[in-house]
């Protein structure tokens, strides 16, 4: 069974000793988003890289659109993951979606996580009266619309909002080729779900401790966003950074790298 789930989710691990740390990338990405974080973590930590089911190199046989209609299939599989690669607790640093799979895994089993590390978090991609998540639902909708009749041009629109960076086009372009990677359909139904999840109502009952980082200007999950999230997680800690974009790991990994590094020295000394 554990054997399985590792093949599954393409696991990698970096480091020999050390804490554990997970890296969950986010929807349209993979593991390789994480590769500068990883590296500089895998001097003192033992890292953890997966792909989600439909994405990377994780195994496609393995989804199906039962499993995969909601969260909670990747919940699962999380839990899954943490289940097999060992008992000690583990710090989940989770990227825009993957924070919230992480936080809803922490949900189901707390005593699996030490420390929850959301990079770029957005628990509801909807503006919902007062609450602010970046997009109408007609924009998600028109969205995924445009996903269904243009992969690429969907792409071509993305990347640059997720990336931020006009001095390294590199990155978009990485971004732009990582979204149209894999099965259309299986990113068409991972799109559905993401941005029009909702776990609000869940952070109140979030029990392990909690670090936020909020980009500056980040066109996918706004300020206001790491505000509320701040205000409705019990102990939450919320630091705002300079990056620009959406994919700081990836973009602005020194500054990713200190903020990470900053908090889990705190830990430490607690």
């Known amino acids: 069974m554990r054997q399985a789930v590792i093949q599954r989710h393409h696991v990698t691990e970096r480091g020999v000793a050390g804490p554990r740390v ?15 974080v990883a590296d500089d973590l895998a001097h003192d930590h033992r ?8 994405s990377g190199r994780a195994d496609a046989s393995a989804w199906s659109p039962e499993r995969y209609d909601s969260l909670d299939g990747y919940r699962d599989d999380v839990l899954a993951l943490l289940e097999a690669i060992g008992d000690e607790p583990v710090v989940y640093v989770g990227h825009s979606i993957s924070g919230s799979i992480g936080l809803m895994a922490a949900l189901v089993a707390p005593e699996r996580f030490a420390r929850l590390i959301m990079l770029a978090p957005n628990p509801c991609f909807v503006n919902d009266g007062d609450y602010v998540g970046g997009f109408e639902r007609s924009d998600i909708m028109d969205l995924l ?10 792409a071509n629109f993305l990347a640059p909002v997720a990336v931020k960076s006009d ?3 590199e990155l978009v372009e990485e971004m732009r080729a990582s979204l149209c990677s894999g099965d259309p359909a299986i990113l068409r139904q991972f799109a559905r779900v993401v941005f029009l999840s909702d776990i609000r109502p869940l952070l109140g009952q979030v029990t392990v401790p909690t670090l936020l980082l909020q980009c ?21 800690t919320l630091r705002r950074m300079r990056a620009t974009g959406h994919c700081p790991h990836l973009s602005h990994p020194a500054e990713t790298i200190a903020l990470i590094r900053g908090y889990l020295g705190q830990a430490g000394a607690d």
């Open 22 to 36: 997970v890296l969950a990338h986010g929807f349209g990405c993979d593991q390789r988003m994480w590769r500068h």
């Open 47 to 54: 890292v953890v890289l997966f792909d989600h089911v439909g």
């Open 145 to 154: 619309e445009l996903m269904e009749r243009n992969m690429l041009g969907w």
């Open 167 to 169: 001095e390294q086009p």
């Open 216 to 236: 500056a200007d980040d066109g996918i999950a706004p300020l206001a966003v790491g505000d509320y999230l701040a205000a409705h997680i019990p102990g939450s």
